[in-house]
């Protein structure tokens, strides 16, 4: 089991959208393993490889009772919208409410190349949504607004 340490705000692979994933092999087996690992620590919902270092596109989620991961993953459907509290591993110490699609529905493929969808609604749907922004380069906090986005921009600019 390797739970690998967490990228955090400021470092540029976050930043950094990730690529498609074109060889999968044992490297690739590894990652996802340490992905899946890393996950399962108590308290984590999702996680994306660039936010333990990897610029491939590939994230985990342990959401509603389901541990699993997806390779190469596009949002292909998104329905309603929802408020909700959001927060993520590589900004610590903060949350904010954000709106995301209420139901939202991911392909990609697995490490046997094989097709997997993986649909969901409220808090797996946020997962979803929120890991696929990551692979792009894109946190949760860049898209909120007003008084939710002041109050996160003071609180990530204060003094140590």
Not at 13 to 41: G, H, M, N, Q, S
Not at 133 to 150: M, Q
Request: glycine share 10%; with cysteine; aromatic share 4%.
């Amino acid at each position: 089991m390797t739970v690998r340490p967490l990228r955090l705000l400021g470092d540029p692979v976050l930043r950094t959208p990730c690529e498609p994933v074109l060889r999968f092999d044992d490297a690739l087996a590894r990652l996802v393993t340490d992905l899946l690992d890393t996950v399962a620590e108590p308290g984590r919902a999702g996680l994306a490889a660039n936010q333990i270092g990897s610029g491939v596109a590939v994230f985990s989620y342990n959401s509603g009772g389901q541990l699993g991961y997806v390779i190469n993953p596009r949002v292909v459907e998104l329905h309603g919208s929802v408020d909700g509290p959001e927060a993520c591993l590589s900004v610590p110490g903060i949350s904010a409410v954000r709106t995301r699609a209420e139901y939202a529905v991911v392909e990609g493929l697995t490490l046997a190349q094989e097709p997997v969808v993986v649909a969901g609604d409220g808090e797996l749907a946020r997962c979803l949504q929120h890991e696929t922004d990551h692979l792009r380069g894109v946190l949760y906090i860049d898209d909120l607004t007003g008084t939710e986005r002041r109050r996160v921009m003071r609180y990530l600019t204060a003094p140590a």
